[in-house]
């Protein structure tokens, strides 16, 4: 059975980065044609979408968040992250990351992603 878990700090200052890490377990992410996406949502918002790695290692970023977003991966490690910098308290949300099938480049529902985690918040403030 896939399960991705994310960690990371729950509190961030602002200006400073956010650093997470989506460890997964029950498939290896280099293998088999999957992407493994970041995704957010800001109280009372709906999810947002910020980025992808693929199976191969090749990136794709939301336009909105390109210029202060990069994912990587740790494959000895089994796992991707995400870094977010100069962070503000518009990027407070519960922070996701999931897999799927198919190149998705953003979230009109849930079921296009096959697994998720269960979500870690992450709020910016001083």
């Known amino acids: 059975q896939v399960q991705l878990q994310e960690s990371g700090p729950g509190l961030v200052k602002p200006s400073q980065t956010l650093s997470l890490t989506c460890t997964v377990s029950g498939a290896s992410i280099p293998t088999g044609y999957y992407y493994w996406s970041w995704i957010r949502q800001p109280p009372g918002k709906g999810l947002e979408w910020m980025g992808v790695?693929?199976?191969?290692?090749?990136?794709y970023y939301s336009p909105s968040l390109k210029s202060r977003t990069s994912i990587a991966r740790d494959t000895s490690k089994n796992q991707f992250t995400l870094q977010l910098v100069s962070v503000t308290p518009e990027d407070t949300a519960v922070y996701y990351c999931a897999r799927a099938a198919t190149l998705r480049v953003r979230v009109r529902n849930r079921s296009e992603f096959e697994y998720w985690g269960q979500g870690t918040q992450v709020t910016v403030s001083s």
């Open positions: 790695i693929s199976y191969s290692g090749s990136t």
